[in-house]
């Protein structure tokens, strides 16, 4: 059980190149989320998928797009990367939005660094 | 209003001394509440969700009050290894977690 996996790790575009950033998870979970991390900003929502077959746009969706390609995989495009766009990627699962209970945990991946030259 | 807000800190503590984090929610419909652990260029991981009671999980307690629209955390006996940026975070169903910006704690021996 990897639980949330993402990939790259590391990549360093120029300006205008696009790239896809990958995030699969094997926990079965409804919903997932991509994020953006930036100092003094802490985590913003880009997009998510509530459920197989929808997206919805989150706080800073502009500059991206997603594919909810299947239940486990979830992915991130830039289509013209730009400097603003430097950033930790962070992909997110969970198993049901808007319920408390013990065992309702968000799971992150470990993250995708990303520099735009 | 953010809908979120956290004091950034930082809150600089010895070993042993209890702290306390506030955070406040502006969107009264939400309905699930998590204190999450950040730990320097890692990812986020649940600390503990906060239940309308109040909940303590070992030196750690959470407490919710939903007239106010606030949300606490109180560590006790601090460790070293607390030492991490703490994320508040509020859910609404059917809709993304919302993460405060974080209060960062440094516990010193």
């Known amino acids: 059980n990897a639980g949330v996996t993402q990939t790259p790790k590391f990549q360093v575009l120029k300006t205008g190149q696009s790239m896809t950033l990958q995030c699969a998870q094997d926990?079965?979970?409804?919903?997932m989320y991509w994020y953006r991390q930036d100092p003094g900003m802490g985590l913003r929502l880009i997009y998510y998928?509530?459920?197989?077959?929808?997206?919805d746009k989150g706080e800073v969706p502009n500059g991206y797009n997603v594919s909810r390609l299947n239940k486990r995989e979830f992915s991130l495009r830039l289509e013209s990367a730009a400097p603003s766009q430097t950033s930790v990627y962070f992909c997110?699962?969970?198993?049901?939005?808007?319920?408390?209970?013990?065992?309702?945990?968000?799971?992150f991946g470990p993250g995708t660094r990303l520099t735009v030259l | 209003r953010k809908e979120v807000e956290q004091d950034p800190g930082p809150f600089n503590v010895p070993e042993g001394a209890t702290v306390a984090f506030n955070c406040t929610y502006s969107n009264s419909a939400s309905q699930s509440f998590f204190w999450y652990r950040q730990d320097c260029r890692k990812e986020p991981k649940l600390l503990m969700s906060v239940y309308s009671s109040g909940n303590e999980d070992g030196r750690f307690t959470a407490q919710l009050n939903r007239a106010s629209q606030y949300i606490s955390l109180l560590i006790r006996d601090s460790k070293l290894s607390d030492s991490a940026t703490y994320l508040c975070?509020?859910?609404?169903?059917?809709?993304?977690?919302?993460f405060g910006k974080g209060t960062t704690l440094s516990v010193s021996s």
């Open positions: 998928s509530a459920s197989e077959g929808t997206t």
């Open positions: 926990m079965n979970h409804n919903s």
């Open positions: 997110a699962s969970f198993l049901v939005s808007g319920a408390a209970s013990l065992n309702n945990e968000q799971f």
């Open positions: 975070v509020v859910n609404q169903a059917g809709t993304a977690l919302i």
